[in-house]
């Protein structure tokens, strides 16, 4: 029994893997799209996209270092040449989704935790990047905290602190 057992779990772990890997894809466009939105990919977004690899159900029956790698790819294609870079990842990312709205949802989320991890000066490029693609997957942007009062404020207040002029 413990042969057919292994073969069996074997084959779920492959068909999983099969099943969610646009999912993967889409995921690592995303967080890519948001981390080369200013023009540099810094260490706490790299270290956020790991955390996203270990905390995602779907995304545990992958290598970390296949997600890595993959958001390393679409980062360095959007940093050299960022026409074709971004629209490379966009495909990747509306495949993944597929038309979930859940999934969608989730996707800006996580957008939104790479975002927290760039610096303050690229914040407001991040937030440009991630309403445009609430846009392209037809998420409200207030769902996920985007234009309401409170995030308004925040930044408001943030801006209050630089020093203008």
């Keep these: 029994m413990g042969f057919l057992s292994t073969l069996t779990d074997s084959f779920r772990e492959q068909l999983e893997r099969r099943r969610n890997r646009p999912f993967l894809r889409a995921t690592m ?13 810094s260490l706490g977004e790299r270290v956020r996209v790991d955390q996203v690899l270990d905390t995602l159900e779907r995304l545990r029956v992958f290598d970390p270092h296949e997600g890595v790698d993959l958001f390393n790819d679409l980062t360095d294609a959007i940093l ?14 509306l495949a993944g989704v597929g038309g979930d709205s859940e999934a969608a949802e989730l996707l800006i989320r996580v957008c939104l935790a790479v975002s927290e991890m760039s610096g303050d000066d690229s914040r407001l490029v991040d937030e440009i ?3 445009s693609l609430c846009s392209r997957l037809g998420v409200d942007p207030r769902t996920v905290g985007l234009y309401s009062d409170d995030s308004m404020m925040a930044r408001m207040g943030a801006n209050r602190d630089t020093p203008t002029g």
């Design 29 to 41: 466009a995303a967080c890519a799209l948001v981390a080369a939105a200013d023009g540099r990919v």
């Design 129 to 131: 990047e991630i309403v």
């Design 80 to 93: 050299a040449n960022p026409k074709d870079g971004h629209r490379a990842a966009i495909d990747a990312l």
